[in-house]
């Protein structure tokens, strides 16, 4: 997948470059007197490049996104050239999951990642100074609970087996379900899937139901399953956010407020032609604009502005995280990952996971 994805935006950047030289190089032949010609096309063509290259003196920034989820944003950031705008060199690494990069991080391998407030707990509870500098969207009903005809709500799901990823939001949404409809996890015969098996699973009657997310609730659906709960409906806090290596982040802070800078571009150029914007995440998904529009349709996503980052509901006003809903979230989710088993103890200080000075600091600029 990383070699593929590698390639396809390699091949973007070349012909993107040689498009510029291209069309430069023929307004100067058509522009400039003959004496000048051989002259104009050589300072012309040095011109684009430079002008294409990003600002010499930053690091190449090192970006892991989650390949099974959606990315629109950040595909428009990138295969847009909105990194390169504003003078960034950023190498894009795919991986299947937000768990998988939290080793990724631990071993500096990446600098800045796309995943979700679980991961992103995890990796900061055992050890891994990084913090949460960015929100993309908030997926309301991207998490679905679906279930067969043997249960049509959910106090129908007592002694049905139900498929859900352990120690993730799906499965803390479904614990939360489950509550609200008087029943607890030993009520369920639960039954640990990836996302990916779980189409299988459903269709050989190996489970009743599941709680998964798109693309994989999606595939529920097509089976003939039906929604009965979503992170919507049980009131969750679902959210998709950037978070950067702590060490990166305070040696390149001109990298992070150029970041910034790139996500607001894209964020603008999405919101203003969502049809457009999509397309780069139906290719690398393999769907049609059709398919493609109806699974970010069945997302139900609030796209958090750049205006409204700083505010309670999301990141907040820098050095006071305590009073968001993203931070009362991550203490629900370390009680959950400590009573789970997935984390040993809750951190004692949640604070330094949540940063939004770099979003301050560029709104500011602007």
């Given at each position: 997948?990383?070699?593929?994805?590698?390639?396809?935006?390699?091949?973007?950047?070349?012909?993107?470059?040689?498009?510029?030289?291209?069309?430069?190089?023929?307004?100067?032949?058509?522009?400039?007197?003959?004496?000048?010609?051989?002259?104009?096309?050589?300072?012309?063509?040095?011109?684009?490049?430079?002008?294409?290259?990003?600002t010499?003196?930053?690091?190449?920034?090192?970006?892991?996104?989650?390949?099974?989820?959606i990315?629109?944003?950040?595909?428009?950031?990138?295969?847009?050239?909105?990194?390169?705008k504003?003078?960034?060199?950023?190498?894009?690494?795919?991986?299947?999951?937000?768990?998988?990069?939290?080793?990724?991080?631990?071993?500096?391998?990446?600098?800045?990642?796309?995943?979700?407030?679980?991961?992103?707990?995890?990796?900061?509870?055992?050890?891994?100074?990084?913090e949460?500098?960015?929100?993309?969207?908030?997926?309301?009903?991207?998490e679905?609970?679906?279930?067969n005809?043997?249960?049509?709500?959910v106090?129908?799901?007592?002694?049905?087996?139900?498929?859900?990823?352990?120690?993730?939001?799906?499965?803390?949404?479904?614990?939360?379900?489950?509550?609200?409809?008087g029943?607890?996890?030993?009520?369920?015969?639960?039954?640990?899937?990836?996302?990916s098996?779980?189409?299988?699973?459903?269709?050989?009657?190996?489970?009743?139901?599941?709680?998964?997310?798109?693309?994989?609730?999606?595939?529920?659906?097509?089976l003939?399953?039906?929604?009965?709960?979503?992170?919507?409906?049980?009131?969750?806090?679902?959210?998709?956010?950037?978070?950067?290596?702590?060490?990166?982040?305070?040696?390149?802070?001109?990298?992070?407020?150029?970041?910034?800078?790139?996500?607001?571009?894209?964020?603008?150029?999405?919101?203003?032609?969502?049809?457009?914007?999509?397309?780069?995440?139906?290719?690398?998904?393999?769907?049609?604009?059709?398919?493609?529009?109806?699974?970010v349709?069945?997302?139900?996503?609030?796209?958090v502005?750049?205006?409204?980052?700083?505010t309670?509901?999301?990141?907040?006003?820098?050095?006071?995280?305590?009073?968001?809903?993203?931070?009362?979230a991550?203490?629900?989710?370390?009680?959950?990952?400590?009573?789970?088993?997935?984390?040993?103890?809750?951190?004692?200080?949640?604070?330094?996971?949540?940063?939004?000075?770099?979003?301050?600091?560029?709104?500011?600029?602007?």
């Amino acid at each position: 997948m990383q070699r593929s994805v590698t390639r396809f935006f390699n091949r973007r950047r070349f012909f993107a470059l040689s498009s510029l030289t291209v069309c430069s190089l023929t307004l100067a032949i058509a522009c400039s007197p003959t004496a000048d010609v051989n002259q104009t096309v050589e300072e012309t063509a040095e011109t684009a490049a430079v002008a294409a290259s990003p600002t010499s003196d930053l690091p190449k920034v090192r970006v892991g996104f989650q390949t099974g989820d959606i990315n629109n944003i950040t595909m428009v950031a990138y295969n847009e050239g909105y990194f390169e705008k504003v003078g960034l060199d950023v190498e894009m690494s795919p991986y299947s999951s937000g768990g998988a990069m939290v080793p990724a991080l631990a071993a500096g391998e990446v600098d800045i990642t796309w995943f979700f407030p679980f991961p992103s707990l995890t990796a900061f509870a055992t050890g891994i100074d990084i913090e949460v500098v960015l929100l993309d969207h908030a997926p309301l009903t991207a998490e679905r609970l679906i279930a067969n005809e043997l249960a049509a709500d959910v106090p129908s799901l007592k002694g049905k087996n139900v498929g859900v990823t352990i120690g993730t939001s799906g499965h803390h949404s479904l614990l939360v379900a489950l509550d609200q409809a008087g029943l607890s996890q030993d009520d369920i015969n639960m039954v640990n899937l990836k996302p990916s098996e779980m189409a299988a699973a459903f269709s050989a009657k190996k489970i009743d139901a599941a709680w998964t997310w798109e693309p994989a609730a999606g595939k529920l659906n097509e089976l003939g399953g039906k929604d009965i709960a979503t992170a919507k409906s049980v009131g969750a806090y679902a959210v998709a956010l950037w978070a950067a290596r702590k060490e990166f982040a305070e040696a390149n802070p001109e990298v992070m407020v150029k970041f910034m800078e790139a996500w607001d571009m894209a964020q603008q150029d999405y919101l203003a032609d969502l049809k457009s914007g999509q397309k780069w995440e139906a290719e690398r998904l393999n769907l049609t604009p059709e398919e493609f529009g109806a699974m970010v349709d069945r997302q139900g996503s609030t796209v958090v502005l750049m205006a409204d980052q700083l505010t309670d509901q999301w990141l907040g006003t820098p050095g006071q995280p305590e009073s968001t809903n993203l931070y009362k979230a991550y203490e629900e989710y370390a009680v959950f990952l400590v009573d789970q088993g997935r984390l040993d103890s809750a951190p004692e200080d949640l604070t330094p996971l949540i940063n939004s000075s770099y979003v301050a600091e560029y709104l500011e600029s602007k």
